[in-house]
């Protein structure tokens, strides 16, 4: 869902924008509505205003649907508008600061590639303080390096698929036939010739084409094989870890029992964040959804921001999701950040 433009919407002037950027800073610091008095405090240094003159451009800008004041509070606190704005016109995304950027670095890079996405979640919950999800590579565009099979007894094989990045997929077939160790190795050749190489997603169909044209002389090792190979792109296991969720009950958003249950219920519904992840996610570029922009109405006191990594050929997505009042710079940076060592440490898959 968009943010809805109030009817008189316009761009705003450099004060409104200077304003509403302190408005949104202070209350990503404080989480309490802003008044007049604390901004003309705040920017004394950099815009001298009085805090009558302060007041009436809050005023203009609450008009416009920027901000709004909560009950009977004469302080004003951001919109999903305010926010957006903020985010697109008005937030300094600058680098980390190096000893933290070199930590995740060199904490990732000597993970072992078995427990890389469960780290590289913990620790982006620990930097961001917020709800960490990292997604495991979607490897319908991996590229298989190689087949293995290997018999595991008269009539069970485990078949090996090595795709690039050293993602491994495997598959266990049974057979009526006794098979026989000439006959594996020669549908294993097959395999290989044929598929090395290529994408695992167009595998199945080159496959069945192939099939087609040996009709009946098709061993029917190979038969087994295009029957089942559809199995190695179902997600197995885990397909996303999450960490950090202390971090969102630690924020005074959800110290309510009805906002507690609700990052419970999310923390435990991974269809949601793989859903929200799958709908967020650009390759190249980092997405900010905030409130009621996000598809899911239990999302609305929410802002989630997510990306892509690379792994080889092969695509993940990570994000956090946090209160609307948080830090979009350094949230921004952070995960651009994780994508892009994760990317180094999993290979890019560029030549």
């Known amino acids: 869902m968009a943010v809805i433009l109030p009817a008189d919407h316009r761009d ?6 200077v304003i509403l950027q302190a408005i949104v800073q202070l209350f990503v610091l404080h989480a309490t509505p802003v008044g007049s008095r604390v901004v003309s405090k705040y920017l004394e240094r950099t815009l001298p205003l009085s805090a009558a003159t302060i007041r009436n451009t809050m005023s203009d800008l609450e008009a416009m649907g920027y901000i709004t004041h909560p009950h009977t509070s004469a302080g004003r606190m951001p919109t999903d508008l305010g926010y957006r704005f903020y985010v697109d016109s008005l937030v300094d995304v600058s680098r980390l600061p190096a000893h933290e950027a070199e930590l995740v670095t060199s904490d990732l890079l000597a ?4 427990t890389v996405m469960r780290d590289a979640s913990r620790i982006l919950g620990s930097l961001s303080r917020h709800l960490a999800m990292v997604q495991m590579p979607e490897i319908r565009r991996a590229i298989v390096q190689r087949v293995e099979m290997i018999r ?31 006959s594996l190795d020669a549908v294993t050749r097959q395999l290989n010739e044929r598929i090395a190489g290529r994408p695992l997603d167009a595998v199945e169909t080159m496959l069945s084409d192939l099939l087609v044209s040996q009709a009946e002389s098709a061993p029917a090792l190979l038969r087994l094989f295009v029957d089942q190979v559809g199995n190695l792109l179902i997600p197995q296991n885990t397909t996303v870890h999450i960490s950090g969720a202390q971090n969102l009950i630690a924020q005074p958003e959800f ?32 997405s900010v959804q905030i409130g009621n922009e996000i ?47 994760l990317t180094r440490t999993l290979g890019d898959g560029t030549p």
């Open 152 to 182: 595991l007894s008269s009539d069970r094989l485990l078949v090996v698929i090595a795709l690039d990045s050293d993602i491994v997929r495997t598959l266990t077939l049974e057979t009526q036939d006794v098979i026989d160790q000439d």
């Open 295 to 341: 598809s899911d109405e239990a999302m609305r006191d929410y802002s989630l921001i997510a990306t892509t990594y690379r792994a080889g050929h092969a695509t993940g997505s990570l994000g956090i999701i946090g209160p609307r009042r948080m830090d979009y710079g350094r949230m921004i940076a952070i995960v651009q950040l994780m994508s892009n060592v």
């Open 255 to 286: 110290e309510a029992p009805e906002r507690l249950r609700s990052v419970i219920e999310l923390v435990e519904n991974e269809d949601v964040i793989v859903h929200l992840l799958g709908t967020a996610t650009e390759v190249g570029r980092v």
């Open 12 to 17: 705003l002037n450099e004060r409104e924008r």
């Open 111 to 114: 993970t072992p590639r078995e």
